[in-house]
């Protein structure tokens, strides 16, 4: 992450100051070589210049330092910092009292006295974001510090993190609000602990009652408390040591977990399904956490927890399953037989409820993994392996133990399709590989739906004629199933605007119907797999058809 993490106190004496600050130095892209003869000395010369590293600033900074109480300070003059390189990506994590260049001690000298005095949020404690193009942007983070000879027997602290990127420093912000919200809770734990313990010797409450005030005297005796380091406060030996690692961790993770991709043309509807997702789910992380901050500890409810499972297993990966696995639509196809697959397909894309009941978690999840790749990503909510009944409003793709019963309402209703994965049993005979399934194991495929299956529709049709076709590699019919889908999402979307957003009539809609080539043999499955997967399309392109819609509305009234 190309940012800087600076750790910052509002002094009683001198003011806000800077006490710590980490930044992450990029290695130097490699120049061509300059014609002309190589002078023995430049490559010693440049080497001293990288070894100077943390000290410049900590030798330049003599004057000022004469100005610093203890409390104002962290590592002495001649301490030559810490260093951490990312051994992967060659970037060094450097940390000291201040920054090395001059341009960046500015930028982190502002951040600082603003985080301190005028850019607070309510209460003074907690997170707030500022800045401007030209001085950067800062994510910041206010908090005490107990301390039993400061006023108030507290001390004002701040965690700043400086960066001219602010859409990437807004995207970032729930994942540095938990993880410094960690950092600052250890913080104050074990302040907390020491600050109870020198009560318990000398209570200062009572002391400072009792003891005579005198105008004269009060600043001596302000200036006697108020030198009073952070390593003092927590008793902490290898404070800075430790905080230098925990910032490191967070810029490489933070740089790690963003990155850019180039995109040809717009995003698709699961592109803009899964950034939405990731987003809401780091939200409620970060309002979990906040709430445990405040003394409570809330369990996610039931639902929450599908929908967490259900993003876990979005990002899930076919390799790193264990034991038998279906490897495509291809294999899936020939282990259960083309009759037996096309109705399974079926119930997938109309949005029935596939339940998959065996003993082998990892071979119904590598099911799953295959069968979500005929749906958008919004119309996939599914529970891998769970030891109850789940049910069809919470996950249309379900995995039970082999030990769960199905309710008699699921097993006999025609929008529910179970698949049961029986052991088969072997005699002493050679070792089977994993990837004969059939060896292994038996599929009995149950559903209470009558309606025949082998019309339509018209995707699940084209999507057959792909995987029949031995001269189409995997690769090739994935891409092949990934445009099918696109042209049926933006099906989708004109018959979402047309019914749903513009209010027209069945005749109207019957027309666009045909218009669309939805209308014919399978009519019937075509319309439900349209309205099915409405529900896949992203709150981003919805919210957007409807200010649209309300903006030409306004107009028109005008």
Not at 25 to 47: L, M, N, T, Y
Not at 284 to 289: A, K, N, P, Q
Not at 292 to 301: I, L, V, W, Y
Not at 393 to 399: A, E, M
Request: aromatic share 8%; net charge negative.
């Amino acid at each position: 992450m190309n940012a800087l993490v600076a750790l910052c106190h509002f002094c009683e004496l001198h003011g806000p100051r800077t006490l710590f600050c980490t930044e992450a130095v990029h290695p130097p892209s490699p120049s061509p070589p300059q014609p002309g003869p190589v002078i023995p000395g430049d490559r010693d010369r440049e080497a001293d210049r990288e070894g100077e590293g943390l000290t410049m600033r900590a030798n330049s900074s003599a004057t000022q330092r004469a100005d610093m109480c203890e409390g104002c300070r962290s590592l002495p003059a001649s301490h030559p910092g810490f260093v951490s390189v990312d051994s992967e990506t060659g970037i060094r994590y450097l940390s000291h009292q201040h920054p090395r260049q001059q341009q960046l001690f500015s930028v982190v000298r502002q951040a600082c006295v603003r985080s301190l005095s005028c850019e607070v949020c309510p209460g003074r404690e907690g997170p707030i974001f500022f800045g401007d193009e030209q001085h950067g942007f800062v994510f910041s983070h206010t908090f005490f510090i107990k301390d039993s000879l400061a006023r108030g027997f507290q001390r004002w602290y701040s965690i700043v993190v400086v960066a001219m990127d602010r859409i990437y420093l807004i995207n970032s912000w729930p994942f540095l609000l938990r993880h410094l919200r960690l950092t600052i809770q250890s913080l104050q734990n074990t302040a907390l602990k020491v600050f109870d313990s020198e009560q318990c010797v000398c209570p200062q409450r009572a002391v400072r009652m009792n003891s005579a005030f005198s105008p004269a005297v009060f600043p001596h005796q302000r200036s006697g408390n108020a030198a009073r380091s952070l390593t003092s406060l927590t008793q902490h030996p290898n404070l800075w040591a430790s905080l230098h690692s925990s910032i490191s961790w967070l810029l490489k993770a933070c740089g790690s977990r963003l990155t850019e991709k180039l995109l040809e043309g717009a995003p698709t509807e699961d592109t803009l399904v899964l950034i939405e997702r990731q987003t809401e789910q780091e939200e409620e992380m970060s309002g979990w956490d906040g709430a445990e901050g405040g003394g409570s500890n809330p369990q996610p409810s039931q639902s929450e927890s599908v929908q967490a499972k259900d993003f876990q297993f979005d990002d899930g990966r076919q390799e790193d399953l264990l034991g038998p696995k279906f490897k495509s639509l291809r294999h899936l196809r020939q282990v259960l037989g083309t009759s037996d697959f096309r109705q399974l397909a079926w119930h997938v894309l109309m949005g029935n409820q596939v339940i998959w009941r065996g003993a082998d978690p990892g071979l119904i999840q590598s099911a799953f993994n295959v069968l979500k790749a005929l749906l958008p990503v919004g119309c996939v909510r599914a529970v891998p392996y769970s030891p109850h009944y789940e049910e069809a409003y919470r996950c249309n793709f379900l995995g039970l133990s082999p030990d769960v019963p199905i309710p008699a309402h699921v097993s006999s209703s025609e929008f529910s399709m179970l698949v049961d994965v029986l052991n088969v049993e072997r005699g002493c005979v050679n070792p089977v590989s994993d990837d004969d399934i059939l060896s292994l194991y038996q599929f009995n495929i149950s559903s209470a739906n009558t309606q025949p299956t082998d019309k339509g529709p018209t995707l699940l049709n084209k999507i057959e004629v792909a995987l029949s076709n031995e001269n189409l590699s995997v690769e090739v019919v994935s891409l092949c199933l990934l445009c099918l889908k696109e042209e049926w999402m933006n099906k989708v979307k004109v018959l979402f605007k047309f019914s749903k957003v513009d209010g027209r009539g069945k005749e109207d809609t019957q027309k666009v119907l045909a218009l669309l080539g939805a209308t014919g043999p399978g009519e019937e499955d075509n319309v439900r797999l349209l309205k099915f997967w409405m529900t896949g399309l992203s709150k981003l392109y919805k919210s957007h058809l409807m200010t649209a819609v309300r903006g030409g509305e306004r107009t028109l009234s005008q």
